[in-house]
């Protein structure tokens, strides 16, 4: 009997792609299953190979999946780049069906392939203008012939203003560009006309979202303009509707795709232009395996399929502002004006904030107020001994959570009810340190009794029905004040907001992180221009910091310059960083692990070594924890020297963006 030998990458796990054995010829890309060690899993065939030395298991079944070559060159790269197996790496696409596959090869060989879209920059004549209007007329001849009949249940036609126009000019000419622009600017319309010239070339569009608290305005914002030719992916979608979405996807008849990092990684042949909306949101950033940012997976996607990637943010990173071209949009659709109140207080509801909440519901207006801390308080603290209640698996205090009448762990979600004494002294007062949400909650239900408010955070918004239904009954006005913490940012657009108040930003402006600066004025920003969209707006800022916040408030952009020169040379995106993380229930192997990473890592000359010792929260989940932080002048050279060391337990984040 012939034998046919394959290389296959075992979905999820971390080992090496293994050798297997089939009576029959399969394609490579396609889905198997096979065993190992007596266990069913799936893999994935990564290449034909001669006969081993060695006995093989056979492939079990072939499944009627593929990856296709595309997404096989990606996940190499995400092996490669940002540490991990073949076989993880997979894991992040979603695979084409087989008849898929089948179909698109004799669509490609019958010549079936859509017009490529020409960036202007590429084009023979280079004209952005005149581009621009040979695309405007085929978009009002496709609507006006019902050639593209996908499109027939759109209801608003979108009327760019001049600078708007000349922002879409400047998108088309690069084939990678940043939408810098204020919020309120009208960023989602020039997505939208961007995307409408894409579809008349026959390609689809990809927008990310940096998670599911952006999506339901903007569903209904492009769903109104696009119909059914719009749709949407995430988490949180019933199995029942990701099938039909991915029907949907197969058969053509969705054209936009909108979600999360995940969005990125959808069975889409023919992807025309990636969005990546908020490039400056941290949800980006997988914290998990592979470590992988999805902005700049989409760049490099970009890239490889020389199609256009359109980066926007009203608040974009240092590093896309240093390396991408980009346009400034700036004011918004109504001339109104932000007035920032500074308090140098501690993290507490003052009188002045009891005032400005009164006086703002009085006036018939709504308002948000943004506190950085979930449940009621971050720790609780014997007054008597000192002592933090903390997590028994994590070096961290617990959370009071007094609906639930509990300390909860938001690390590991440990649960506890709440002691009456201290457990160390047993004899001291628990008392709480930090404002939270559910408390100020109470707080204005007791001072303001005909306040309609709702708090806003993930202990009660748990589901996108949930965040929906909040999102429509502020809409609807029968919500006066939303408290709550960073899901106030997340692009939410309401006009009628007049107030502010941010609390808590200096804990933000004080954590260890090259990026705090950033953060914490980032953050600011975002929360303000929730207010003052169609009405003058007060900012209510609870700060020591007036000093480094006051004159970046009207100009982001002059920020960036001067942290540009602040990181010169230290930190990106002039130099790479990577952290490689020791993980063990036993402290001591995991330290051993680190001690001898160090040993070979400090060899070599091209990698600078920045720091390394336990990690700030040395304990999560029952394990201690240890890590390592190193810098260099290029990727290639970390890469290069962590491949040289891998440990059995080191886990590597590639461009880090949390230290703790």
């Not at 009164?358 to 000192?386: E, L, S, W």
């Not at 960083?577 to 051993?592: E, Q, S, V």
Request: aromatic share 8%; hydrophobic share 35%; with cysteine.
């Amino acid at each position: 009997m012939n034998l046919f030998y394959y290389t296959i990458a075992l979905l999820g796990n971390p080992l090496d792609p293994l050798t297997y054995s089939s009576t029959r010829q399969l394609p490579i890309g396609s889905k198997v299953g096979v065993t190992l060690s007596h266990r069913s899993c799936e893999g994935v065939i990564l290449s034909d190979v001669e006969k081993p030395f060695f006995q093989t298991q056979p492939i079990v079944e072939a499944l009627s999946f593929t990856y296709s070559d595309f997404q096989r060159k990606i996940s190499h790269f995400v092996a490669t780049y940002y540490g991990c197996s073949m076989g993880e790496a997979l894991t992040l696409f979603v695979p084409f069906p087989n008849d898929v596959v089948n179909n698109e090869i004799r669509h490609s060989r019958e010549g079936g392939n859509p017009a490529k879209l020409v960036p202007a920059e590429e084009n023979g004549n280079g004209d952005a203008n005149e581009q621009e209007h040979s695309h405007s007329t085929e978009w009002e001849r496709a609507k006006t012939s019902s050639q593209i009949p996908t499109y027939a249940g759109m209801t608003i036609d979108i009327t760019l203003s001049p600078t708007q126009n000349e922002a879409l000019n400047f998108l088309r000419s690069h084939p990678l560009a940043l939408l810098f622009g204020d919020t309120g600017a009208g960023k989602s319309e020039i997505y939208m006309k961007r995307m409408e010239e894409i579809l008349c070339a026959g390609k689809r569009a990809v927008l990310l979202l940096p998670e599911i608290a952006l999506t339901p305005q903007m569903e209904s914002r492009f769903k109104a303009h696009f119909g059914e030719a719009f749709v949407l992916w995430h988490s949180k979608m019933t199995p029942k509707q990701k099938t039909l979405t991915l029907e949907k996807i197969h058969t053509g008849t969705a054209h936009i795709i909108a979600g999360p990092r995940s969005a990125l990684f959808l069975p889409i042949h023919d992807m025309g232009l990636i969005i990546v909306d908020e490039e400056h949101d941290e949800s980006y950033k997988s914290s998990s395996r592979p470590r992988y940012h999805a902005r700049d997976m989409a760049i490099y996607m970009g890239k490889l399929l020389s199609i256009p990637v359109i980066l926007g943010s009203a608040t974009p990173s240092v590093t896309s502002y240093a390396k991408v071209p980009f346009f400034r949009l700036r004011g918004g659709y109504y001339p109104t004006h932000r007035t920032f109140v500074f308090e140098p207080s501690l993290e507490t509801l003052s009188p002045l904030m009891d005032e400005a909440v009164a006086r703002n519901y009085h006036a018939g207006h709504q308002g948000i107020v943004f506190i950085p801390t979930r449940a009621n308080f971050k720790t609780m603290v014997c007054d008597g001994c000192g002592t933090t209640l903390e997590c028994p698996f994590c070096s961290v205090g617990m959370s009071l959570h007094k609906n639930a009448r509990a300390l909860k762990c938001h690390y590991c979600n440990y649960t506890e009810m709440i002691p009456s004494v201290c457990p160390k002294c047993h004899s001291g007062h628990l008392s709480s340190l930090r404002l939270g949400t559910a408390e100020a909650l109470a707080h204005f239900e007791t001072t303001l009794p005909a306040l309609k408010v709702q708090q806003f955070d993930r202990d009660v918004i748990t589901t996108q029905t949930k965040l929906i239904d909040v999102l429509k009954r502020f809409n609807h006005r029968e919500i006066d004040l939303l408290v709550g913490t960073q899901m106030l940012s997340k692009g939410h657009d309401y006009h009628d907001i007049a107030l502010a108040v941010v609390m808590g930003i200096d804990h933000l402006l004080g954590q260890t992180d090259y990026r705090a600066r950033e953060k914490a004025l980032s953050l600011l920003l975002q929360i303000a221009g929730r207010s003052g969209r169609k009405h003058d707006s007060t900012v209510m800022v609870q700060s020591f910091n007036e000093s480094f916040f006051r004159p970046y408030l009207d100009d982001y952009e002059r920020f960036l310059q001067e942290e540009l020169r602040h990181r010169q040379g230290r930190y990106p995106p002039y130099t790479k960083l990577a952290r490689l993380l020791f993980a063990h229930t036993n402290g001591t192997k995991a330290k051993a692990q680190m001690d001898s990473a160090l040993a070979h890592l400090r060899t070599i000359v091209s990698v600078e070594i920045v720091g390394y010792g336990a990690s700030p929260i040395e304990k999560i989940g029952s394990k201690y924890r240890f890590q390592i932080l190193l810098r260099s002048l290029k990727s290639t050279d970390v890469i290069r020297a962590i491949k040289a060391i891998k440990p059995p337990i080191m886990e590597i984040d590639m461009d880090p963006i949390e230290f703790t």
